[in-house]
């Protein structure tokens, strides 16, 4: 069954703070298999995206074993430090079926404690057949 076209433009809640801290950027660095821990990882925002993208899929009963990450992008605004406390807002961006596949675009802006945006991470999801 395919995602509801109505989806697009819709944004969902915000994911709970996160705080960067040293601990969570070394382990999300080893992760990656980056061998010194220095600034935060530019990739490091995934964490929140992520967190994002489970709260829609689960919000609109898409089953993430059905999605395939087509594509990831980030836009930053300003670095991510240690000690920013960060939240993540989802949209669905774009919606389109492709041979029996709905294509989700999706764009997270992720945001420091203020209420200002660090970067906004757009996302390319590939939510196969079978039941949504």
């Known amino acids: 069954m395919p995602v509801d076209q109505s989806l697009v433009g819709r944004e969902f809640p915000p994911t709970t703070p996160l705080e960067v801290t040293t601990e969570r950027v070394r382990a999300f660095s080893r992760a990656i298999g980056a061998d010194q821990f220095g600034a935060v990882p530019p990739t490091y925002p995934i964490v929140l995206a992520f967190d994002a993208m489970n709260a829609f899929l689960a919000a609109e009963q898409v089953d993430l ?68």
């Open 65 to 132: 074993f059905r999605i395939i990450h087509g594509e990831q992008r980030f836009a930053y605004e300003r670095p991510v430090r240690i000690g920013d406390r960060l939240t993540a807002t989802l949209t669905v961006a774009s919606l389109r079926q492709i041979g029996g596949a709905d294509v989700i675009g999706t764009s997270s802006a992720i945001h420091d404690a203020a209420g200002a945006l660090v970067c906004t991470a757009k996302a390319t999801l590939v939510h196969t057949g079978g039941q949504s």
